[in-house]
Every structure is written in structure tokens, then in C-alpha cells.
């Protein structure tokens, strides 16, 4: 079966790290733009960064810009984020989810979840003192 599953959230204060991972079971990345979301409590979605399919480039949130690194690792067949400099307003569920077969195999944007086809169930990510 299809299923991508997220790791490594946790709680953490304000100005600590996290890593994240998305895993994938049933299908290989390769070929995949990956795209990372957050929902805070009462919040809706919101797009925290793409990458590309080759890992090339990747696009981010500006408000996460220069605090978040996205990269892949095809032979885990996983995505890692780095989190640092974590802000309370970072606090949320954390998803990942694939695109497939991308045309053009780039991310124009941080947004359009209606471009995913698998989502993971999200790990929690809380940054409080």
C-alpha cells in the first residue's frame, strides 16, 4: 500500500531544533515534488515548502526562510527537515506529502495542496517554554 509516514517532531523551546523525516512505503520518492504543510489548532493548512523531485531546488514559506532546510535522500527513500530557530507560531501537525509525477518536475510555490496525491498523518511539532 501507499503511505507516507512523518517522524521526529516533539516538543522544543523557542530557538531549539527539530528534525523531521517522511518516509515512504509501497513507492519510491524518486520522481516525487515533496511538499511539507502545518495546521495549527483551529488553523487551516499551510504550505511550509516544496522540493523538487531531483532535489534540486525547493521553495519555502518566507516566514521559515533561513530556519528550515529540506533535503532527500533517495536511498532512504525519505525527506529530512531541519528545524531551527523554532518560534512558538512554528508550533502545528507537520505533513508530508507527494506529488507524482510532476510536469514541469519543479515547485512553483509553497501552496496548492490539491496537487498531492499521498499524504502522510502529520507529527506534532510544539515549541513552548
Known amino acids: 500500500q501507499l503511505q507516507l509516514v512523518e517522524s521526529g517532531g516533539g516538543l522544543v523551546q523557542p530557538g531549539g531544533s527539530l528534525r523531521l523525516f517522511c518516509a515512504a512505503f509501497?513507492?519510491?520518492?524518486?520522481?516525487?515534488?515533496i511538499g511539507w504543510f502545518r495546521q495549527a489548532p483551529g488553523k487551516e493548512r499551510e504550505g511550509v515548502l516544496c522540493?523538487?523531485?531531483?532535489?534540486?531546488?525547493?521553495t519555502y514559506l518566507d516566514s521559515v526562510k533561513g530556519r528550515v532546510t529540506v533535503s532527500r535522500d533517495n536511498n532512504d527513500n525519505t525527506v529530512h527537515l531541519q528545524l531551527t530557530n523554532l518560534k512558538p507560531e512554528d508550533t502545528g501537525v507537520y505533513y508530508c506529502?507527494?506529488?507524482?509525477?510532476?510536469?514541469?518536475?519543479?515547485?512553483?510555490?509553497?501552496?496548492?495542496?490539491?496537487?498531492?496525491?499521498?499524504w502522510g498523518q502529520g507529527t506534532q511539532v510544539t515549541v513552548s517554554s
Open positions: 506529502a507527494a506529488e507524482r509525477r510532476p510536469i514541469p518536475p519543479t515547485c512553483a510555490n509553497v501552496s496548492g495542496a490539491w496537487r498531492y496525491d499521498y
Open positions: 509501497g513507492f519510491r520518492l524518486d520522481g516525487y515534488n
Open positions: 522540493i523538487a523531485s531531483n532535489g534540486a531546488t525547493a
